[in-house]
Every structure is written in structure tokens, then in C-alpha cells.
């Protein structure tokens, strides 16, 4: 644990699926077991093509921040939470599965080279999901965000997912 507290001090992680199931509670755990990071770019989409920004970060609060899961944060650091939370979190409208995950031409440069660690918690959990979306989700939306992390300081990428097995 020392050494991953140590690996991730002051590095910037840029961060999808923070609305999912997986995503909250590593979130959390962030937040909670490496309070030395520097920062965190939360990428959601907005579901709502007018004022994007504004539609993701309303996300943001409703489906992580004010999730129990962060009942243990909350209680830790009382009022300072939401202050904790704007310090470190920064919410960012995109798509992983569009090119340049769906950020505006303006902050691909700076958001880019700012970041050390990918992580990339997107999914459709879904058995049934239709093919051409699963393909989309699955195969193009990593390639996305590799192609996107090349292009700045080979920052590290890592890849959430779930080996399923089925009996014959
Ligand atoms: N759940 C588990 O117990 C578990 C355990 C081990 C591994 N995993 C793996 O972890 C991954 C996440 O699972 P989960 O259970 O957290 O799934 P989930 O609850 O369905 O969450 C999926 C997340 O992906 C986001 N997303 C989907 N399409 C996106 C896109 N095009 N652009 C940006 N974000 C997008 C969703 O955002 P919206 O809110 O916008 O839909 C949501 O935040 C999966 O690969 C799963 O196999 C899960």
C-alpha cells in the first residue's frame, strides 16, 4: 500500500465510468486511501445537449456525490467535504466512445498533458446489449482513450473490466 500511496502523490488521474457501480466506489476509495493526489478529471456525459458542462456536473451530484458511498468521507471531513470535493474533482462532459472523448477543442491540450493515469471504468454491464454499441463500448472507446493518452507524456492507462465465464 506504501508503494501505491507513494506511485500516485501528486499525480493527476483522468477517470470515466464515475456514475457506475464500480466507478463510485473506487472513487471513494481514491479519495479516501490517497489523499495526496493531486487531482482528478471525472469525464460523464451530460445526457442533455445544452449547456454540457452544466448537465455533467449536475450528474456529478446527484448520481456520485451524493451517494452513501461517500457517507464515510463525509463524516471525515464534515463541512469540508464539498470543498474537498471541489479541490480535487473536476468534472469534465465527454464520451469515451466518440474521438477525443467528445471534449471540446479547447481543453484536449491542456487536459491531456495534464494527466498521468487513465482510468477507463465505462461499460454496459448489459448481457444483451446490442452488438454494434457493445463493439463501440468495448473495442473503440479503450482504442480512444489510448490514442488520446499517446499523444501526451505516455501517461499510464488502465482498464477496467470482467472475464465472464460460462459453463458449456
Ligand atoms: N460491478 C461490479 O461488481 C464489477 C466488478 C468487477 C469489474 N467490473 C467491471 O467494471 C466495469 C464497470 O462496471 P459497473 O458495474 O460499474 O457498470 P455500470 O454501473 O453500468 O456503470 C457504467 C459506467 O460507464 C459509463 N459509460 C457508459 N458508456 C459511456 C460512454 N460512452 N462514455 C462515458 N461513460 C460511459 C456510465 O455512464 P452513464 O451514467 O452516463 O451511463 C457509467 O458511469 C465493467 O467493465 C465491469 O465489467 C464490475
Known sequence: MVETTQFFTDKTLFMTGGTGFLGKVLLERILWQLPHIRRIFLLIRPHCAQDVEVAAAMRAERAIFSSPVFNRLRTHHGRRFEGLVHEKVKIVAGDVSCPDLGLPPGQ???????????????????????????????????????????????PTLLQATTAYVREP
Do not use: M, T, W
Not at 477507463?120 to 454491464?125: K, L, Q, R, T
Open 108 to 154: 484536449i491540450q491542456a487536459l491531456g498533458s495534464a494527466v498521468d493515469v487513465f482510468i477507463n471504468a465505462a461499460a454496459s454491464v448489459s448481457f444483451h446489449e446490442r452488438l454494434d454499441r457493445a463493439v463501440k463500448l468495448y473495442n473503440l472507446s479503450p482504442l480512444n482513450l489510448l490514442y488520446f493518452a499517446k499523444r501526451f507524456n505516455h
